[in-house]
T-cell receptor
Framework: AQSVTQLGSHVSVSEGALVLLRCNYS??????LFWYVQYPNQGLQLLLK??????LVKGINGFEAEFKKSETSFHLTKPSAHMSDAAEYFC????????????FGGGTRLMVKP | KAGVTQTPRYLIKTRGQQVTLSCSPI?????VSWYQQTPGQGLQFLFE???????NKGNFPGRFSGRQFSNSRSEMNVSTLELGDSALYLC????????????FGPGTRLTVL
């Protein structure tokens, strides 16, 4: 069985500050890991994904995440927050044996203060 | 290239009724997955279809069912609606599945009264 834990359901940062959203996973086999963003009244948009090619993954909008197997973590970071980054962020895991079934974390709502 | 489309976008039903939601994947995509999103339970996987066959199924009662047509379009059906079925239902498509990026539609907001 696989699971995903996102620490902090709400994170607030000031514009220009570092964004750090935490994600820990458990998986019995090597996982695929994803970060998605959801803006109000919209579906999910992929920010980045890890598929074992490189441990540091760069995504869209200046986001990146680092896969740390020893810590079973895949935290999302962005050096400088922008007001447009305010949204809900979801970490998700799947693995090759499970087709395309994603297991999501509970989500983290990011608020950006001016 | 057109994205994933879902119809209808909003739906209001009463308890005991049934509902059918539709999803058209991106052209060429053969895998379609469905997810339920609620404030209490978050995002939960319902089922995945690939080449008209259910490939994976989540932990939902039998009232939830789906199918996929030869053109990869998919429908999901919920029978005997309950208040707890009120949710945003998201459809996602990918080329083949298995670790690929899934492209999500805007969702169908179902309200059960």
């Amino acid at each position: 069985a696989q699971s995903v834990t996102q620490l902090g359901s709400h994170v607030s940062v000031s514009e220009g500050a570092l964004v750090l959203l935490r994600c820990n996973y458990s998986s019995s086999v090597p996982p695929y890991l994803f970060w998605y963003v959801q803006y109000p009244n919209q579906g999910l948009q992929l920010l980045l994904k890890y598929t074992s090619a490189a441990t540091l993954v760069k995504g869209i909008n200046g986001f990146e995440a680092e896969f740390k197997k020893s810590e079973t973590s895949f935290h999302l970071t962005k050096p400088s927050a922008h007001m447009s980054d305010a949204a809900e962020y979801f970490c998700a895991v799947s693995h090759n044996n499970a087709g395309n079934m994603l297991t999501f974390g509970g989500g983290t709502r990011l608020m950006v203060k001016p | 290239k057109a994205g994933v489309t879902q119809t209808p976008r909003y739906l209001i039903k009463t308890r005991g009724q049934q509902v059918t939601l539709s999803c058209s994947p991106i052209s060429g995509h053969r895998s379609v997955s469905w997810y339920q999103q609620t404030p209490g339970q978050g995002l939960q996987f319902l089922f995945e279809y690939f080449s008209e066959t259910q490939r994976n199924k989540g932990n939902f009662p039998g009232r939830f069912s789906g199918r996929q047509f030869s053109n990869s379009r998919s429908e999901m059906n919920v029978s005997t609606l309950e208040l707890g079925d009120s949710a945003l239902y998201l459809c996602a498509s990918s080329l083949e599945g298995k670790g690929e990026e899934q492209f999500f539609g805007p969702g169908t907001r179902l309200t059960v009264l």
